[in-house]
């Protein structure tokens, strides 16, 4: 009976039911994580498409034409070094081609749950599937 007392820990029993718990619970977590992911990727790569567009549209203003390429914006400081190297991370990437009085900005991502976005002088950003 002393050793019974004596006997400190958790039994297999307890650790198998934490261990079933954490599960239910990871089942229920990650999909709605990876969903926040996918969300913050798909508005961080349009809200970047939106900002070469307005590079391109100030460029346009200054020099009566749009810019070449992404590299041609941030050398002339209309967008930061990162974006003028067409790498927003990872995930994401973004470019540009222009010459006289059109361009075309687009962005892809490597998931291919999110959609890659293209966008004109126009401005409006479209969803490509």
């Known amino acids: 009976m002393n050793r019974l007392k004596n006997r400190k820990g958790f039994s297999l029993v307890e650790l198998l039911i934490v261990i079933a718990i954490i599960g239910i619970i990871a089942t229920i977590a990650i999909p709605i ?3 926040a992911r996918r969300n913050a990727i798909r508005e961080k790569a349009r809200n970047s498409l939106r900002s070469l567009v307005s590079a391109q ?13 992404e590299g041609t914006l941030a050398a002339g400081n209309y ?3 990162q974006t003028g190297s067409g790498a927003l991370g990872p995930e994401i990437t973004i470019g540009t081609t222009g010459a006289g ?3 075309t900005a687009f962005c892809t991502t490597l ?6 976005y293209t966008a004109t ?3 409006e950003i479209v969803e490509i599937p």
Do not use: H, K, R, S
Not at 57 to 69: C, I, R, V, W
Not at 111 to 116: A, E, V
């Open 121 to 123: 002088e126009t401005g």
């Open 79 to 81: 967008v930061d070094a």
């Open 111 to 116: 998931d291919t749950n999110i959609p890659d």
């Open 57 to 69: 549209q100030a460029y346009y203003a200054a020099n009566g034409e749009y810019a070449a390429d």
């Open 33 to 35: 994580l990876l969903g």
């Open 101 to 103: 009085p059109v361009f």
